[in-house]
Antibody, heavy 121, light 110 residues
Framework: DVQLVESGGGLVKPGGSLTLSCAAS????????MNWARQAPGKGLEWVSS????????YSADSVKGRFTISRDNTKNLLFLHMNSLRADDTAVYYC??????????????WGQGTLVTVSS | QSALTQPPSASGSPGQSVTISCTGT?????????VSWYQHHPGKAPKLLIF???KRPSGVPDRFSGSKSANTASLTVSGLQAEDEAEYFC??????????FGGGTKLTVL
């Protein structure tokens, strides 16, 4: 079975940094685009960032460009989100999700349960 | 990128049908047949219900169906069951490798 397990969330002060991880299993990780999305308290989902299967292409939402960097380690089946200059409005549950981009479509077919990031002094 | 517009809430009695709308623009929903819908129970992983406007992954009951007209996509849940009570999100490809989501609709089964 496909499994995605996020970790690394926690409480961080404004301006601080945090790195989230997503451990993937049950599929050939190196064959898929991967994403991070987030949901702030009381708000809808927001796509954050995508990375191609071999890390050639990376895309990010305008709201995180220049502050967040997505990366992956295909030897360890891990996806990362490196978050810098964190702001209060980055407070959210962060989800990793597998993407069907690269197979001719655009949708997220598997998601993790999320990890909570709280930015507060 | 602007979020897609969904009604914040919807409701129906067991056995009834409910339709949830998702309105975007010609740059996202109206421009591509890459609309997807997700079901999210609190504390759990979101689950894919519909992809490419009206296709169901294996294992998703045919009570869930999707459609699109111009810039508005819709998810219909027929034969409502108690376990359908959840939040539902739509999503669309928006060009230039961007994806946009809707604000979510909380479905209550009365």
């Amino acid at each position: 079975d496909v499994q995605l397990v996020e970790s690394g969330g926690g409480l961080v002060k404004p301006g601080g940094s945090l790195t989230l991880s997503c451990a993937a299993s049950g599929f050939t990780f190196s064959g898929f685009y991967m994403n991070w999305a987030r949901q702030a308290p009381g708000k809808g989902l927001e796509w954050v960032s995508s990375i191609s299967s071999s890390s050639t292409y990376m895309y990010s939402a305008d709201s995180v460009k220049g502050r967040f960097t997505i990366s992956r380690d295909n030897t360890k089946n891990l996806l990362f989100l490196h978050m810098n200059s964190l702001r209060a409005d980055d407070t959210a549950v962060y989800y990793c999700a597998r993407d069907r981009r690269g197979y001719g479509s655009y949708y997220f077919d598997y998601w993790g349960q999320g990890t909570l990031v709280t930015v507060s002094s | 990128q602007s979020a897609l517009t969904q009604p914040p809430s919807a409701s129906g009695s067991p056995g009834q049908s409910v339709t949830i709308s998702c309105t975007g623009t010609s740059s996202d929903v109206g421009g591509y047949n890459f609309v997807s819908w997700y079901q999210h129970h609190p504390g759990k992983a979101p689950k894919l219900l519909i992809f490419e406007v009206n296709k169901r992954p294996s294992g998703v009951p045919d009570r869930f169906s999707g459609s699109k007209s111009a810039n508005t996509a819709s998810l219909t849940v027929s034969g409502l069951q108690a376990e359908d009570e959840a939040e539902y999100f739509c999503s669309s490809y928006a060009g230039s490798n961007n994806v946009v989501f809707g604000g979510g609709t909380k479905l209550t089964v009365l």
